[in-house]
Structure formats: structure tokens, C-alpha cells
């Protein structure tokens, strides 16, 4: 089956795998097209190191953590990749990550933001290309106690960023950091016309995974 994945072209859905060996992934990489693995919840550093190698984009949206080093070789990547079901993510990772590039203009760097705050917004300021962050973990949670608001002061250091952002999963603001937030072209993903609006003075809600 490893040699199979190799061959081919054209995307590849393998989210019903739950590990994968290095060899496995070895002939991965080497198949034309995207391979989504999002079933994967960990994988070793030594078959991370491989995964950095695809020409191409690569989804491990099931990671829920990623480790500093594992952070430092996927930001090697050279193309889109996605880690959108995060449930931790450390400022040092966070830093590897900010220094992800791709060769496309179309492609982009999609992640969890889980436990929202000020250091993270700084660090991924310095990206540069399309951003996509999801704020808060998934699976989604109805309860009010759960709403998914960004700080302005964290507002304020996407509107920094080199390239379009686009925010996802947002369900409340205050009114300041929605005002940061409209007028910045680059910033897309926010319904601006349904969204919750919180009061300033209030104290900030809990943040799911915090």
C-alpha cells in the first residue's frame, strides 16, 4: 500500500488513516496533488520531516497540538498548509509558523488560533501571505460562555500583517475592535452585519480551551 501512494496525480483524500509511517510517507510525497490527512491527531518529528518535503499543499487539520520542532519543519513548506483543528499552540511554534512562505500567490497558511491572546496576534503580525485563523478550537460549542471574540489590542496587530487574512469562526466583538477590524481591506471571513456586539466595558468572555 506505501508504494500506491506514491503513484498518481491529483489529489488525495486519506482522512480515514490514523498514523503513518515514515516509509508510508515517503512515497506520499512524491505523488502529484494534495494528500489530506486531517484523520492523523499526531505524527512523529521524523515523519513530519518528511511531510515539509511535498511540492504541494498538505492538510493535517486532525493535528489538535504541534510540537516547537515539528512547528520549525512544516513552516518549510513551500505551499499551503493547513492545521485548523488545533487545540494548543505554544508562542515558540507560533514564531516558527510566522515564517512560513509559499511559492503560489494562491495558497496560504490556515491554523487554529485555540486559546486566543495578545502574544499570538504579535507573533503572526509578521507573516506575510495569505492567513487564515480559525479562532477557538473546534468541534463549535453554542454556549455563551464559549463565544469566540477577539481583543482589540489583537485587533490591532492582524491589521499589521503583510497580505489578506481571513478570520473564521468569530461570533462576537466589541465595537472598537470591530471598527479596527472593518476598515482594514486586507481582513476578510467577519459578518460585520449579524455578529454579536459586546459591551466595552465588560469583562472578556470565556474563551473555549482556555
Not at 50 to 60: D, N, P, R, T
Not at 91 to 112: G, Y
Not at 135 to 151: A, C, L, N
Request: some cysteine.
Amino acid at each position: 500500500m506505501a508504494a500506491g501512494l506514491g503513484c498518481g496525480t491529483g489529489n488525495l483524500n486519506l482522512n480515514s488513516i490514523e498514523s503513518l509511517s515514515q516509509d508510508a510517507a515517503v512515497h506520499l510525497i512524491k505523488r502529484s496533488g494534495a494528500p489530506s490527512l486531517d484523520g492523523l491527531t499526531n505524527v512523529s518529528l521524523d515523519v513530519v520531516k518528511i511531510l515539509a518535503q511535498k511540492k504541494g499543499e498538505l492538510s493535517l487539520g486532525g493535528l489538535i497540538s504541534i510540537g516547537d520542532d515539528a512547528a520549525l519543519e512544516l513552516s518549510k513548506l513551500r505551499s499551503t498548509l493547513r492545521l485548523h483543528g488545533l487545540e494548543d499552540l505554544s508562542d515558540k511554534a507560533a514564531e516558527h509558523l510566522s515564517s512560513h512562505r509559499v511559492s503560489n500567490s494562491d495558497d496560504l497558511l490556515f491554523l487554529s488560533i485555540p486559546k486566543p491572546r495578545e502574544s499570538l496576534f504579535e507573533i503572526f503580525s509578521k507573516h506575510e501571505g495569505n492567513l487564515m485563523l480559525g479562532i477557538g478550537s473546534r468541534p463549535f460549542s453554542f454556549r455563551k460562555e464559549d463565544t469566540r471574540t477577539i481583543e482589540p489590542k489583537e485587533a490591532e496587530w492582524i491589521t499589521k500583517h503583510k497580505g489578506k487574512v481571513t478570520i473564521q469562526w468569530v461570533d462576537a466583538l466589541k465595537d472598537s475592535a470591530l471598527q479596527i477590524l472593518k476598515v482594514c481591506p486586507s481582513i476578510e471571513g467577519v459578518d460585520y452585519n449579524s455578529i454579536e456586539i459586546l459591551k466595552e466595558t465588560s469583562k472578556e468572555l470565556k474563551r473555549k480551551g482556555t
